[in-house]
């Protein structure tokens, strides 16, 4: 009981910090997770739709609503309210809407709010793993108006790999036990592909998965595409039979950040058929945004190598393998993502800086570093051995419906009304059905 008193004070006065500055998605699902896996151990509401939902209804944190009333879920006042209230525009000018004490309390009223309302009643029934039909059943019950809420939650949840935190809880672990203790038995067998699976608890390592589930470690290390020694982390999901030959949908599309292991262990397809059904060259990875085909090989690709769109200074090279024979210097920070097998000395020579310099740039306490991880290399003048790919921001276009307002649109997109106006040179708030508006 202590320990949920202690971190729901932590979050009360951590809410003081958002007004001084914006917070990022990923500070804003470090700072809630915990409280979303504990919701959904009590009330059966998945930890990723309770994150999702609440990066999207506040902003991440940012909007009014969440700072000055710590509604992080746009829950309206209704009739049985008896709490504060806050006035904001949505549907309607200055409705009311529910205030609470702390953001925990906000968290506590949705899981509520959807678990004793008849009206969601067909969302306990769904699997606490299916966030994408949790999704679509919060649009059908009438969550939210926007035709296009179960594409955005399904894509937030995505984007930032929500799903992780549902496995962990469906693994039993208590986020609020206040003594934590490694089970000695799997208290859940999770499945993915039609393979069972395992998620990393704090402080495993291969070893330790492989004793619990009594396999060897070269097992492990095979069924999941590792090599021998790899360092794993904390809610990484690991494969106890072999991956398939193709997964369960058939296509992806690859998101920032993303690489072909962390593709492939998401479908719970073994990655030299996933570089085969891509006709990629092993080792080589997707760009964001490209369609990588799952089920069925594809049509060969512009190129199976990473697309360099701007070298730094202008460099004409084809191949990443010719680009190695050409230092390029950076005129900024360079972000690196981390292969298979990289280490942060390893990654210090490759762009002639030290280790500490890296750590410090990236906030790191320790030495460990995982596949995918994207590493924030130098802060002037870098000697990167590999060209730096500048991708220039893509512009986001919204068309307005039926009912929708610009506060509205702002909200979904978690921009400013004054943007908006600002980047379409609108003279007013009146909107029209159809009407084109440029978001970014």
Same mark, same amino acid.
């Given at each position: ?11 009360? #006065? ?14 804003? %699902? ?12 009590? #009330?059966?509401?998945?930890?990723? %739709? ?34 504060? $209230? ?10 009311? #809407? ?14 509520? #709010? ?35 809420? *179960? ?27 206040? =003594?934590?203790?490694?089970?000695? /038995? ?10 069972? =699976? ?36 904390? +809610? ?22 993303? $690489? ?40 060969? *690709?512009?190129?199976?190598? /990473?697309?360099? $769109? ?16 050409? *230092?390029?210097?950076?005129? +900024? *920070? ?25 750590? !410090? ?28 790919? /500048?991708? !220039? ?23 400013? /009304? ?23």
């Amino acid at each position: 009981m202590f320990t949920r008193i202690l971190f729901a004070v932590i979050i009360f #006065f951590q809410g003081f910090n958002s007004v001084a500055q914006k917070q990022s998605v990923q500070a804003y %699902i470090e700072l809630y997770k915990e409280i979303a896996m504990q919701e959904m151990r009590d #009330f059966g509401v998945p930890a990723s %739709i309770t994150l999702a939902q609440g990066l999207l209804e506040s902003g991440s944190g940012n909007s009014r609503l969440a700072v000055e009333g710590n509604n992080h879920f746009g829950i309206k006042c209704k009739k049985e309210w008896t709490g504060c $209230t806050i006035k904001e525009d949505d549907d309607d000018l200055q409705e009311c #809407f529910r205030c609470y004490p702390s953001a925990n309390d906000s968290y506590k009223d949705h899981s509520r #709010f959807l678990k004793e309302n008849v009206r969601y009643s067909k969302l306990f029934t769904l699997s606490k793993d299916d966030y994408r039909s949790w999704s679509q059943g919060l649009r059908d019950c009438g969550y939210a108006t926007n035709p296009r809420y *179960p594409q955005l939650l399904i894509g937030t949840i995505e984007r930032n790999r929500l799903g992780r935190f549902d496995s962990i809880v469906l693994q039993g672990y208590d986020p609020f036990n206040e =003594i934590p203790t490694v089970k000695e /038995v799997v208290a859940m067998t999770i499945v993915n592909n039609n393979i069972p =699976i395992t998620v990393a608890k704090a402080g495993q390592q291969v070893p330790d998965i492989a004793k619990e589930n009594q396999m060897g470690e070269w097992q492990i290390y095979k069924y999941n595409d590792l090599k021998k020694g790899a360092i794993i982390n904390p +809610g990484d999901v690991l494969y106890l039979k072999p991956k398939k030959r193709k997964a369960s949908v058939a296509e992806h599309v690859v998101k920032p950040g993303e $690489t072909m292991w962390i593709i492939s262990q998401e479908y719970g397809i073994k990655i030299k058929h996933l570089y085969k059904k891509n006709k990629m060259e092993s080792g080589t990875q997707a760009k964001a945004g490209e369609t990588l085909h799952l089920q069925h090989k594809g049509e060969m *690709p512009d190129t199976g190598i /990473v697309k360099i $769109t701007k070298i730094i200074p202008a460099v004409v090279v084809n191949e990443i393998e010719k680009a190695t024979e050409i *230092p390029v210097v950076a005129e +900024g *920070p360079v972000k690196h993502v981390v292969k298979q097998g990289e280490t942060l000395y390893g990654i210090s020579r490759q762009y002639s800086i030290s280790v500490e310099t890296i750590k !410090e740039a990236n906030n790191l306490v320790s030495d460990n570093i995982y596949m995918g991880m994207v590493l924030l290399i130098g802060a002037g003048n870098v000697k990167a051995q590999i060209p730096v790919e /500048v991708q !220039e921001p893509l512009a986001v276009w919204h068309i307005v419906e039926s009912g929708e307002t610009l506060y509205g649109i702002a909200k979904l997109h978690h921009v400013n /009304v004054n943007d908006i106006t600002s980047i379409n040179n609108l003279s007013g708030t009146n909107l029209t059905v159809g009407q084109k508006l440029r978001i970014k």
